[in-house]
């Protein structure tokens, strides 16, 4: 892959007006992506949820979020434009969503992820993520099994 050079990077909370570029993301990142209503809901309503954006020369590159219920945080998504994908982009989401957790009182953080995505997997364990359970069924698209997996947060 080529190599680009990100010389802006910066890291925001998630916005209203970010949505269209999100979905954007959304789109090209899932076969079954979150509505524009179910961003609005997140941003607006639930007052668990924490999203964040990363951008590069102020164009929204990838995004992350999380529910911090007492002191655990569930991540609920995170994506990157495929053609940023294999830069650190995913990583720096997944480290800066552990931070505000910790930062915001949670102990335990978990995720789910599929059993094919690999990559994820790998990241995920990593950052000291370990596989803890499956999740039968758990996708809707093609009904994949999903791995649990849960971290201690120092």
Known sequence: MENKNL???EIDLMRVEDLEEILEIEKRSFTNPWSKYAFLSELNENRFATYIVIRADG???GYGGMWIIFDEAHVTNVAVLPEYRGM???ELIMRTLIDLAKKRGAVKMTLEVRKSNH?????YTKLGFQPTGIRRGYYSDNN???????????
């Not at 994949?144 to 120092?154: G, L, P, R, Y």
């Open 7 to 9: 010389p802006e990077i």
């Open 59 to 61: 164009k929204i590159i």
């Open 88 to 90: 650190g982009i995913g």
């Open 119 to 123: 990559v994820a997997q790998n990241l």
């Open 144 to 154: 994949e099994d999903a791995i649990i997996m849960w971290k201690d947060i120092e």
